[in-house]
T-cell receptor, first 114, second 112 residues
């Protein structure tokens, strides 16, 4: 399965600022996804990162708040914009090499907004 | 809309016990089902993937079964150890989009 490097692993940010999270994969993958895990909760899908085009967002998530880039088949970024304390969560990227294969997750970014 | 539920929400057992964790889903039109483990504050580790055409998968002390028609999966952990303490998540893969839809999780504690 793919090996994912997700950075940063954690950060403490001031409200109103933005943070960009990077997800680097060691091999080309078909699909990349971004998830949020709020404290004590399960994972919720934010969006599917599409290579060379705009991401596909789930209900309740918008591009202005969570802009996503995917310039190639091994790299994606998620930005959390204009942060508030309610954005404090773990953000995770996941990848799938081919349809129907195992979903592999990065180690996550623990974000605290103060 | 697919909904995935896990029972129990939390479980505390002595070392050596055999365990069954349950996962149920409302829409049987799934591509496959995956079980994950999550340690506190960490990412997810994939444990087992069961394709929709399969009935079960085994890896070491872990065995996962799938009954698609009844919308159920179980994760069986044999001879539990303190190192098994973690949150266990099941997730179904949507037929058309490859998106994961996660269950609510079972927090397991195995004490010596």
């Amino acid at each position: 399965s793919a090996v994912i490097s997700q950075k940063p692993s954690r950060d403490i940010c001031q409200r109103g600022t933005s943070l960009t999270i990077q997800c680097q994969v060691d091999s080309q993958v078909t699909m990349m996804f971004w998830y949020r895990q709020q404290p004590g909760q399960s994972l919720t899908l934010i969006a599917t990162a599409n290579q060379g085009s705009e991401a596909t967002y789930e209900s309740g998530f918008v591009i202005d708040k969570f802009p996503i880039s995917r310039p190639n088949l091994t790299f994606s970024t998620l930005t959390v914009s204009n942060m508030s304390p309610e954005d404090s969560s773990i953000y995770l990227c996941s990848v799938v090499k081919t349809s129907g294969a195992i979903h592999t997750f990065g180690s996550g970014t623990r974000l605290t907004v103060v | 809309k697919q909904e995935v539920t896990q029972i129990p929400a939390a479980l505390s057992v002595p070392e050596g016990e055999n365990l069954v964790l349950n996962c149920s889903f409302t829409d049987s039109a799934i591509y496959n089902l995956q079980w994950f483990r999550q340690d506190p504050g960490k990412g997810l580790t994939s444990l087992l993937l069961i394709q929709s055409s399969q009935r079960e998968q085994t890896s070491g002390r872990l065995n996962a079964s799938l009954d698609k028609s009844s919308g159920r999966s179980t994760l069986y952990i044999a001879a539990s150890q303190p190192g098994d303490s973690a949150t266990y998540l099941c997730a179904v893969v949507d037929n058309n989009t490859d998106k994961l839809i996660f269950g609510t999780g079972t927090r397991l504690q195995v004490f010596p």
